[in-house]
């Protein structure tokens, strides 16, 4: 099932704009398809690329090493420390910025939220393969906002156990927020495919609650 940008949405609201429920059996996701954020995309997509100190990180996937293709930072508060493929990551302080972006999510999310991942996709040849946000620290049902900016790329979801169950392919836009919450991530995995054609860069930012002495 695809999910493109001008599909007909369930509301509309003047602090949200519009807002569509996507229909994932077994899942709960909501698409704020153009969230105010209380600056333009582009000002937030160029502070976010110059000052982030962008790492690209490596993978052991079957006993091989292999550069992520895509570069990544990790922020949040102190004890907010995030286990991923084998390795433990502390946080980056906040910025300014992240902050108030946070503050932001947590009033849509009405969740706690004290981290953030950034993914940054600097064109076509980068992505991410299939996975789960269900890591032990994120609890048992995480509530994860994703927001993204500047490229639109497509987001696709396939069930963890039933190969032959029809997924979703959601495009996330420039300033869209994605709420995966409920059992989402315990049902669901997702990811970012690579592209043949040419392709601008995208920052996305999944913000979420890591709980303390779990990592």
């Not at 069930?159 to 169950?165: N, S, T, V, W």
Request: hydrophobic letters at 35%; one cysteine or more; a neutral charge.
């Amino acid at each position: 099932m695809q999910i493109e940008p001008g599909t007909p949405t369930d509301a509309s609201d003047p602090d949200l704009g519009p807002v569509e429920r996507l229909p994932l059996p077994d899942a709960d996701l909501q698409l704020f398809h153009q969230l105010p954020l209380g600056a333009s995309t582009t000002d937030l997509f160029q502070a976010l690329q110059a000052e982030t100190p962008w790492r690209e990180e490596s993978i052991t996937l079957f006993g091989k090493t292999y550069l992520q293709p895509r570069l990544m930072a990790w922020y949040g508060d102190p004890d907010a420390h995030y286990r991923y493929s084998g390795k433990t990551y502390a946080p980056l302080p906040w910025t300014n910025l992240l902050l108030k972006l946070r503050d932001r999510m947590q009033q849509l999310a009405e969740a706690p939220l004290n981290s953030v991942l950034l993914n940054y996709y600097r064109d076509g040849r980068d992505s991410m393969g299939l996975h789960a946000d269900d890591e032990p620290e994120l609890g048992p049902a995480p509530v994860i906002a994703s927001l993204s900016l500047g490229e639109a790329r497509k987001l696709y979801f396939r069930h963890k156990r039933e190969r032959g169950r029809e997924g979703l392919d959601v495009t996330l836009t420039d300033g869209s927020v994605l709420l995966m919450r409920g059992a989402t991530q315990a049902n669901w995995k997702h990811g970012i495919r690579k592209l043949a054609r040419p392709c601008g860069p995208r920052i996305n930012l999944t913000f979420r609650q890591v709980q303390h002495g779990q990592a």
